[in-house]
């Protein structure tokens, strides 16, 4: 994925996990991830069988390839739209994501402190 300076996010290679289906299609150019249209992205970020993109608002919206990593969204197995993260973190200032095969880390902005 590639995130523009417009806040765009772009697709391409092997789409089988990167959130968009799992068709198994490969991509050689970039391409508009249309379900993200209107969401100005700062960060994106792949992880196993998930991406994870951050607003600029601080918001962080995840999808997946619409199996098990659901990520808690409790959507349709065939679901791959990004959902907006919701839990515990959900109101917390998001600066930072990283995506590893199974772990998704979010590093958090308090104004107020701990």
Known sequence: MLVSDTGSVYKFGLDAFAGWGSSGNYTSS??????????FVVQASIGGKFSAVLSREGQVYTFSWGREARHGHASDLTDVEPRLLSGPLENALVVQIAAGYCYL?????QPTGM
């Open 105 to 109: 880390l979010m590093l958090a902005y």
């Open 30 to 39: 970039p391409k508009l991830l249309e379900s993200l249209k209107g969401i």
